[in-house]
T-cell receptor, first 113, second 113 residues
Framework: AQSVTQPDIHITVSEGASLELRCNYS??????LFWYVQSPGQGLQLLLK??????LVQGIKGFEAEFKRSQSSFNLRKPSVHWSDAAEYFC???????????FGTGTRLTVIP | EADIYQTPRYLVIGTGKKITLECSQT?????MYWYQQDPGMELHLIHY???????EKGDLSSESTVSRIRTEHFPLTLESARPSHTSQYLC????????????FGPGTRLTVL
């Protein structure tokens, strides 16, 4: 069965510090992977996506993610966090022809001055 | 400007009322989705559509119904709202093709008293 695990419910980092949000997936077919961000009261905005090719993908707002097939992981990183990055982050997996995406439970990021 | 819209953004209503949550997109996407989102939980797909006159139930059982009479419009209806329907409802659409990238609306937060 398809599933996405985000083991960290809540992470707090200082502004300017580096960030890594973890995502592990379980999917029988070749996965397509996504990271979305959700600010309070808003919908989800796509940060980046991985379909194939280079396993290190760059996204918007200075985020990047690395696909590691051997670890079934797609962790999100940012070298220097800004206060405006405080939000909820969702990892999702899908595949060609899938009806929908499967989402993790999200990681809430708090940024302290 | 191509976008996806949801109205109302917030709705507080009494038990037993009939409600319709509106979703419209101007991107010309054939595929549209409704998700239910509760705090600390993954997004659950409740309905999807592949095009006009196509509607399917998603993974999460829901007492709501949907219709797709026009490509750009995908409303969700609850015939008799109950407190258990209190949640955030997110509408999304997807570009045609092999990839599953979805674009989300801002959501409707529904509270049933």
């Amino acid at each position: 069965a398809q599933s996405v695990t985000q083991p960290d419910i809540h992470i707090t980092v200082s502004e300017g510090a580096s960030l890594e949000l973890r995502c592990n997936y379980s999917y029988g077919a070749t996965p397509y992977l996504f990271w979305y961000v959700q600010s309070p009261g808003q919908g989800l905005q796509l940060l980046l996506k991985y379909f194939s090719g280079d396993t290190l993908v760059q996204g918007i707002k200075g985020f990047e993610a690395e696909f590691k097939r051997s670890q079934s992981s797609f962790n999100l990183r940012k070298p220097s966090v800004h206060w405006s990055d405080a939000a909820e982050y969702f990892c999702a997996v899908g595949s060609t022809g899938a009806n929908n995406l499967f989402f993790g439970t999200g990681t809430r990021l708090t940024v302290i001055p | 400007e191509a976008d996806i819209y949801q109205t109302p953004r917030y709705l507080v209503i009494g038990t037993g009322k009939k409600i319709t949550l509106e979703c419209s997109q101007t991107m010309g996407h054939d595929k549209m989705y409704w998700y239910q989102q509760d705090p600390g939980m993954e997004l659950h797909l409740i309905h999807y559509s592949y095009g006009v006159n196509s509607t399917e139930k998603g993974d999460l059982s829901s007492e709501s119904t949907v219709s797709r009479i026009r490509t750009e419009h995908f409303p969700l209806t609850l015939e008799s709202a109950r407190p258990s329907h209190t949640s955030q409802y997110l509408c999304a659409s997807r570009v045609q093709g092999p990839y599953n990238e979805q674009f989300f609306g801002p959501g409707t937060r529904l509270t049933v008293l």
